[in-house]
């Protein structure tokens, strides 16, 4: 196979040699004392600023294959850095905790390792060399080094230029080299998707090709891509199959001279989508198998056909995190987008629907217009027909003169996101499904339709299909919204708990004290084995919480709600929990048997938000109010008043 990218994985001969050169240069050429004892040098803000800013984008391509790579090599005692071609580290993740060692180290946002400046070390190496290297304890030239442990890769732009280079270095491993090799293969698969990943967006406009010699693995390990271009020429090749030499000489002809398929064939198998062509390199007659994705358009005058943006797909992955059900959620939506399809989302209160149809919108044709989100739980009844079809003048008493666009009509062009769809009175399903079916609404106190044109996208906790069997929630509406369903997991069951925990930490800790915020292993512990009934909304409330408590220091267990600190049994959300006899969760509350204790549990675990309280539990905060004053329970923050 021409393009087959296995490779032998040891190549610690090789290191040697590349490792000898570079301490002799480090001595000769750059006369540097191997015995300096301060770090290396890490630049000022404003020069910092200098490198980080060509990098912006890339930066944010790589960041998921480096919080990936990190969450591997994290409990290991390592970090994960980004340099750019002149060796500056201009991304880093790491454990907060020990944050001034590896500034110590040099291992910090802003580290300069050139061999220069340095001597050996992976990161120079991996940039001099272009090629993956570790450098282990002793082999690095200067003594504070010796210590370290550390593995580089470098990662190419789509057309063959270095680009930058990702490593992974510890302050403390085992002696014998051989214990970093499964490292270096992390670090090279991480490089790898970054570099895939920046190749797609390059050529987002244009065909792109997959190739795998099995069919199997296309999706999770192709061996390569090719670039076609609108007349079918081949315009570029991926790195994996340039470091080979493979279809280099394809570059500039025609996808026929090189393939057994005519252009029209490929173009077909991109609009059918998901269906793996059968092809046949024609210069050496090999078998192999190939993915088609299409191009994504390019923006038109009309913003309602711009061309999806990659920031969109990159915040559905980074809404997706490292969780394989939220990550194969985000693989179908895009693929659904833009086709005229509605998508119903169906997850626990709290586990980011809402977040996730916005990501979906952002990557769609339509994100330079309205993304328009409704609740139809908080809208009272006798409102929710106005809010969502809008009226016109004197419509009713109390109408606004000039009368009102609804939610609908507001939407226009964009996207409409109907949360909590389950709980839209049944005469307005009618209404709904009319304006679906005919693509017009018509305003209260109008006899004129108006054209709509929306993406619309559906979210519930409820169980809609038990709706429809109750004669709750009409069949034909039902059809109509649930073209494609998702089902977003509860934060209990996603398998990247750990990694959310970390990132709510940075982004949060961030918008408060200007940094990362650490938190100790036992208060992660207690976060990891806590069953989340309010899922992220009460995961970010709770760190958001212990981060003020702690004051920007380390989180730790006395930060937490007691609930989590003492392991008592989470309490359930709404679609979790029995209902008092048989009454629906909207006007019961958790718990038959402990309904004031559990609405107790909740308003605590919120700082007594109703409001907040509501969204956890799935319900409106009428039906809070009204337990509260049927239970009698009144919030601290009235006392006194």
């Not at 196979?1 to 001969?13: H, L, R």
């Not at 020069?47 to 944010?60: G, N």
């Not at 009272?380 to 666009?405: C, D, N, V």
């Amino acid at each position: 196979m021409p393009w087959n990218t296995s490779k032998p994985s040891d190549s610690a001969p090789a290191d040697v040699a590349l490792i000898e050169r570079s301490l002799l240069r480090s001595f000769e050429q750059h006369r540097l004392d191997p015995g300096r004892g301060e770090p290396p040098r890490v630049l000022t803000t404003t020069a910092l600023k200098d490198h980080r800013e060509p990098m912006e984008r890339f930066m944010r391509i790589a960041r998921g294959g480096m919080e990936a790579l990190f969450g591997q090599v994290r409990d290991a005692g390592y970090v994960v850095l980004l340099a750019d071609t002149h060796g500056v580290a201009v991304d880093f993740i790491g454990n907060p905790l020990f944050d001034q060692d590896w500034r110590r180290a040099g291992l910090w946002l802003g580290s300069c390792w050139t061999e220069e400046k340095e001597g050996t070390c992976a990161v120079a190496l991996a940039n001099l060399e272009q090629r993956a290297i570790t450098v282990h304890h002793a082999e690095h030239f200067r003594a504070p080094n010796k210590t370290l442990t550390c593995s580089a890769v470098p990662i190419f732009a789509p057309d063959g230029r270095p680009l930058a280079v990702l490593d992974a270095s510890a302050m403390e491993s085992p002696d014998d080299r051989r214990s970093q090799h499964l490292v270096l293969q992390m670090v090279q698969s991480a490089a790898r998707m970054a570099e895939d990943a920046n190749f797609l967006h390059e050529f987002e406009h244009h065909h792109v090709l997959k190739l795998a010699r099995r069919r199997d693995f296309l999706e999770v390990s192709a061996d390569g891509m090719v670039v076609l271009d609108e007349a079918g020429r081949i315009v570029a090749i991926s790195q994996s199959l340039r470091e080979q030499g493979a279809l280099v000489a394809a570059l500039g002809r025609s996808v026929e001279e090189v393939f057994d398929h005519r252009f029209e064939q490929v173009a077909d198998a991109a609009r059918q989508g998901g269906h793996p062509l059968a092809m046949r390199h024609l210069p050496t007659g090999t078998q192999c198998f190939a993915l088609v994705r299409p191009p994504r358009r390019r923006p038109s005058a009309a913003p309602a056909q711009a061309s999806p943006a990659m920031a969109g797909a990159d915040a559905l992955q980074a809404i997706a995190g490292h969780d394989p059900q939220m990550q194969t959620n985000a693989r179908q939506a895009l693929r659904v987008l833009d086709k005229g399809l509605a998508i119903l989302l169906h997850g626990e209160s709290g586990s980011g629907k809402e977040a996730f149809a916005k990501a979906m919108h952002e990557a769609s044709a339509r994100r330079a217009r309205p993304f328009v989100a409704v609740n139809c739980a908080a809208i009272p009844e006798t409102l929710i027909e106005s809010e969502l079809f809008g009226y016109r003048e004197g419509a009713f008493t109390g109408a606004r003169a000039k009368g009102a666009r609804g939610k609908i009509a507001q939407a226009h062009g964009g996207t409409l996101f109907l949360d909590e769809i389950g709980d839209m009175p049944q005469a307005m399903q009618t209404r709904l499904l009319r304006v679906l079916a005919e693509r017009e609404v018509t305003p209260l106190g109008s006899e004129q339709p108006v054209a709509v044109d929306v993406q619309l996208i559906c979210a519930t906790h409820r169980d809609l299909r038990g709706m429809v069997a109750q004669g709750q929630f009409r069949l034909d509406l039902y059809y109509r919204l649930n073209s494609v369903t998702l089902e977003l997991p509860a934060l209990r069951d996603r398998a990247d708990k750990g990694l959310l925990i970390e990132r709510l930490l940075r982004e949060d800790g961030q918008q408060l004290y200007g940094r990362a915020v650490a938190i100790t292993e036992a208060a992660r512990q207690l976060l990891l084995r806590h069953d989340w009934p309010g899922n992220i909304r009460q995961l970010k409330n709770v760190l958001r919480t212990a981060m003020a408590l702690s004051g920007g220091e380390a989180v730790g267990p006395e930060h937490l709600p007691a609930e989590i600190r003492g392991g008592q049994p989470a309490m359930l959300p709404p679609e979790r929990m029995l209902s008092l006899g048989g009454v629906d969760a909207e006007t019961a509350v958790p718990g038959a048997p402990g309904g004031r204790d559990a609405l107790l549990q909740a308003l605590k675990a919120h700082q007594w938000n109703v409001t907040e309280t509501a969204r956890s539990l799935g319900l409106c905060r009428a039906t809070v109010y009204r337990h509260m004053q049927r239970w009698e329970i009144v919030s601290p923050n009235r006392l006194g008043h």
